[in-house]
């Protein structure tokens, strides 16, 4: 009997991406995982590629502000923060599904202001438990 997996979305770089040939980053997959494909082609989500340099300068932007040293893969995340930060300043980024949700995963040990759309519970608990304020933007 043959059994044939459900089609699924899954997006890449495209077949003309060609990577350095020098490529020290930890991601080789050039692609999405299903399910960020399926939440990108339904709209909920919007896929952003950033260049490997402004990754890592975000990364060592956090590093010297927060005294830890993120992952590579977390530079992504660092970036996208930093260039959400002054369009919602000017307004131009305030629904309901374009802000960032703080999530509590990990450990803080430095008293933060932290403004965002929504908080977990987790992350509310951690900031305030180091002694930090979790501002909710509207």
Do not use: W
């Amino acid at each position: 009997m043959l059994r044939i997996a459900p089609p699924l979305p899954l997006f890449t770089l495209g077949h003309d991406c060609v990577p350095p040939s020098i490529h020290p980053g930890g991601l080789r997959y050039h692609g999405a995982s299903p399910i960020i494909s399926s939440l990108v082609k339904s709209g909920r989500m919007e896929a952003v590629a950033y260049p490997q340099g402004k990754t890592f300068e975000a990364a060592i932007q956090f590093a010297r502000t927060e005294g830890k040293i993120p992952a590579p893969e977390t530079g992504h995340a660092i970036r996208a923060v930093i260039d959400e930060a002054p369009l919602r300043d000017s307004g131009l980024v305030k629904g309901r599904h374009d802000g960032i949700k703080i999530l509590g995963n990990g450990k803080l040990t430095k008293k933060l202001t932290v403004s965002a759309v929504k908080f977990s519970e987790t992350a509310r608990k951690h900031i305030e438990a180091a002694g930090g304020t979790c501002q909710e933007i509207q």
